[in-house]
């Protein structure tokens, strides 16, 4: 027969950790699965998912001991585990229900775990229904191919139902913007159009799947091929700039220039557009020898000529020549100062793009490509014009900004005052770039003939910033004079 749990508890060791809200039933032969926390939407089947009431099962990684109590305090179940539930892997039942623990991944074909289902992936009882796919195609081109998914449920269609959809593999192939994942009263059926994504890399056809899943339904996966359009090498990016041992001076040494020299934090990496195209890097992972470093986030797009500069960590503050800055989603890039590898892959590190191998004989500066962008890589001060600079991030070896650099922001004088006495301009100005310098100007007309003072520069320190892009200048001004007329102007670099 079924079991009511409501009020039945789940403890560690040492408190409780989760209660079972009323009208919590478990259906004869049927799972129940307890997480953590976190967002259990896309969990299917036939099983009856959870979350902690406590906000954690606290289970300790070196051993602990889990106790189901009823609702009037009886203790129903016991298990104690010692430190093997520190292998990364769940631990469960051989043969299921009956049988002692063991390792998941020793029962189950290396599967490390299976929640709500058997170790095999079987359900536990029949679901109430079925979700199953249905394709007009099982295979297209990467490049504007499409093919359409129908969704089938199975069941009571008297009640509107939220489906999760999910495909493995989104650099290969998206659902179409707008796609309605619930069906209404009544409807049995939706309609799916899954479109190719051209992932710039000629990595040959690619197997995805379909996922769909809702609560006490079988889950549905279709498969179906991506072939690739016959890219050539990669050549669209290039790693530009890099810099695995920064210098341990203050100044040159904070790259990132949030006023902190940090030998990881200021790290950096710099990639170039160096085609005529913009490139949508969204999802796509820097790696070094180790592993993954960064994950570049959706809607990362490079324009044609723009540079990208991933830095360890910190909080980069200034312009660096307007190019995209990010810091490494992993919290290091962990560039080796002895040698590392520097790897541009894509979604899930299937395809590497770009590899470079450095040696880590150069120290305290960067290497940067000369000529940018084609040239080979060398010691940042041996390039002309730069020898004195130890790192460029975000802009070419001597400073100036890359060809597809985003365009300045309008600049405006939000707010203006004038101490007469102390002859002191004060003005508020939105749309600076923080880290960059900017000049005043002051004129006693506006005529073609008009004869411009300057003042500055005025870097754009943090101290200035008094709101997002807006921040404080002040200059003496010693020709301002009583009921004479003076105007003002700010400019860029």
């Known amino acids: 027969a079924s079991t009511d749990l409501t009020g039945w508890t789940l403890h560690n060791s040492s408190e409780e950790r989760h209660r ?42 070196w051993g602990d001991t889990v106790n189901l109590y009823n609702a009037d305090g009886d203790l129903m179940a016991s298990v104690t585990y010692g430190s ?39 359900e536990y009882c029949t679901p109430l229904a079925e979700l199953s796919f249905s394709l007009n195609a099982a295979r297209m081109s ?52 899954l479109v190719g994504q051209d992932d710039i890399a000629e990595d040959g056809t690619q197997l995805v799947q379909i996922r769909a899943v809702a609560p006490g339904y079988a889950t549905a996966t279709a498969s179906f091929e991506v072939e690739d359009d016959g890219d050539g090498a990669f050549d669209a990016i290039v790693l530009n700039e890099f810099l695995s041992s920064p210098s341990s001076n203050l100044g040159p040494g904070d790259t990132n220039r949030d006023g902190t020299r940090d030998f990881s934090q200021d790290e950096f990496v710099e990639f ?17 020898a180790v592993g993954a470093r960064h994950v570049f986030p959706i809607d990362t797009v490079l324009a044609a000529g723009q540079a990208i500069v991933v830095f360890g960590g910190g909080t980069p503050w200034g312009a660096f020549g307007r190019s995209v ?18 790897y541009l892959k894509t979604f899930g590190g299937d395809t590497i793009l770009i590899e470079h191998r450095y040696d880590g004989t150069t120290l305290n500066q960067s290497m940067s490509r000369s000529p940018e962008g084609t040239g080979g890589f060398i010691n940042h001060t041996l390039i002309e014009g730069a020898e004195k600079i130890l790192t460029s991030p975000g802009t070419k070896a001597d400073g100036e900004r890359f060809s597809g650099a985003a365009p300045h922001e309008p600049i405006e004088i939000v707010a203006f005052e004038v101490d007469l006495k102390a002859k002191r301009v004060m003005m508020e100005v939105s749309g600076l ?39 404080l200048v002040t200059f003496t001004d010693l020709s301002i004079l009583q009921n004479s007329p003076r105007f003002y102007k700010i400019a860029g670099p």
């Open 84 to 122: 093997e539930a520190r292998e990364d892997q769940s631990i469960v039942r051989d043969p299921e229900i009956t049988g002692p623990f063991s390792l998941h991944g020793s029962v189950a074909d290396g599967r490390l775990f299976s929640p709500g289902t058997r170790s095999n992936g079987d």
């Open 433 to 471: 770039q923080r880290g960059e310098n900017y000049y005043a100007g002051a004129s006693a007309d506006l005529g073609p003939e008009a004869e411009w003072v300057s003042f500055g520069p005025f870097p754009m320190f943090p101290e200035r910033e008094i709101a997002p892009g807006t921040f």
């Open 20 to 61: 079972f809200a009323p009208g919590t039933v478990l259906p004869i032969d049927c799972a129940m699965v307890v997480f953590g926390g976190g967002n259990l939407s896309n969990m299917g089947g036939s099983a009856i998912f959870q979350t902690a009431s406590s906000g954690s099962l606290g289970l300790n990684n």
């Open 272 to 288: 170039l557009n160096v085609s005529e195209e913009d490139i949508d890097l969204s999802n796509y992972e820097i790696h070094d």
């Open 142 to 193: 990467e490049r504007g191919g499409t093919i359409t998914a129908i969704l089938t449920r199975t069941g009571d269609l008297s009640e509107s139902l939220d489906v999760v959809i999910t495909v493995t593999d989104e650099s290969e192939a998206l659902m179409e913007e707008g796609v309605r994942t619930k069906f209404f009263e009544g409807e049995n059926t939706l309609t799916i159009e």
């Open 325 to 342: 800055v990010q810091v490494a989603s992993s919290g290091s890039l962990g560039l080796n100062d002895g040698g590392d590898s520097i």
